[in-house]
């Protein structure tokens, strides 16, 4: 009986170790697993940074995967595939620094846009006027980001879509290409966000509309760049009363020469009042 208990004894210190190691590799089997992202986990760094920084890792590893697999499977190279974008994105992860990227928003791009590439492609060549085979693959990587987001992340204005895609054509593309992209992308916006389009549209014809209704004031001037003296004259003073200029010559004023009129009527009229004196003085000597 005693020998069976330590037979159970040593089995059973045998399978714990077995068990642990099992537990262990069902955790690691399960993590490296199909992972299904979400932009608003908090374990990611959410900020607009964070997401502008996913979309140019993005931008990098669909290029590299139109470069490699998408290229060889258009030329029907199948064996020669073998440059997946999971694995594409494992690489990206283990080789730079990620802790300031989204990488939820990030691994949903790279998952997801070279799953619907067929569908963004034809949304893209309904707009543009050259084969989408000829296009630049930078350009053709940020159009492909622009299309899904514009197709697939409602709640991205489609403003800061466009404004996104400049960013990145700034960043990785040739000088002229934003002319192209913008094109596309704002044909696109119409089409996809029509609803928004025209709610923006409207909105900036109410503001445009409020500018030009507001009065413009205007200030006469001279060619001297001297204000004119008839507005002056035309302001009352605090007593009510009209300014008087030193210009105006219908103002009446009072001269030296009526004091002067005034002081000899009135020596006159003494005189006159003399000769009274007298006469009536010499009527009186005579009575």
Known sequence: MTDQLKRAINAAKTEQPNTEQAKATGIASSSAGD??????ESSYKTSHTAVRKARRF???GLYE?????RRFDIDGKLGWKDNAPHDIAARTRATNAMHTV???YYHEMMRDIPEQIEALDVLISQHLDRDINKLDTV?????LIGAYELQNRLEIPYKVVLDEAMK??????ATDAHKLINAVLDKMAVELREVEVQADTKANLRTSQKTAAKPVVKTDTNTDNTTDTRSIEEKPTASNKPRISANNTNVKRNSA???SANISDFKASKKDNA???DITSDEKSQD
């Open 35 to 40: 992972q299904n992202f979400d932009m608003s």
């Open 58 to 60: 993005a931008m990098q």
């Open 65 to 69: 995967w139109l470069v490699t697999d």
């Open 102 to 104: 989204h990488i939820g």
């Open 139 to 143: 350009e053709h990587a940020i159009l």
């Open 168 to 173: 990145l054509n700034n960043h990785f593309g």
């Open 257 to 259: 020469s009526k004091a």
């Open 275 to 277: 000769k009274k004196d």
